[in-house]
């Protein structure tokens, strides 16, 4: 059974940091894109970062030298650091998994797996 638990959420001022962690198990791919997405209230979900099996790394344009998508491979947990944060990065976050390379890695479609999701709150 795969399961993926978000941790790291939280409330912080603006020009802050944030480092969100998805601790994944059971998923036994050797293929795999593993997606930051973010739902802010009233809005679409959003793609902010994957990775993938290859170690290509891919982000949102407008979030770009902001944030960085990482992975530890000994203890199977995908991260999220997020810098300058600003009251619009405010939403709920989640890691998600699909069982391929990340084609289109910003479409919530196809991702196999998802977490419950951490809320992430920047106050100005």
């Known amino acids: 059974q795969v399961q993926l638990v978000e941790s790291g959420g939280g409330s912080v001022q603006a020009g802050g940091s944030l480092r969100l962690s998805c601790a994944v198990s059971g998923y036994t791919y050797t293929k795999y894109c593993m997606g930051w997405f973010r739902q802010a209230p009233g809005k679409e979900r959003e793609g902010v970062a994957a990775l993938d099996s290859t170690g290509s790394k891919y982000y949102a344009d407008s979030l770009k030298g902001r944030i960085t998508i990482s992975k530890d491979n000994a203890n199977n947990t995908l991260y999220l650091v997020m810098n300058s944060l600003k009251p619009e990065d405010t939403a709920v976050y989640y890691c998600?998994?699909?069982?391929?390379?990340?084609?289109?890695?910003?479409?919530?479609?196809?991702?196999?797996?998802w977490g419950q999701g951490t809320q992430v709150t920047v106050s100005s």
């Open positions: 998600a998994v699909k069982a391929w390379f990340c084609i289109y890695w910003y479409s919530q479609t196809n991702y196999n797996y």
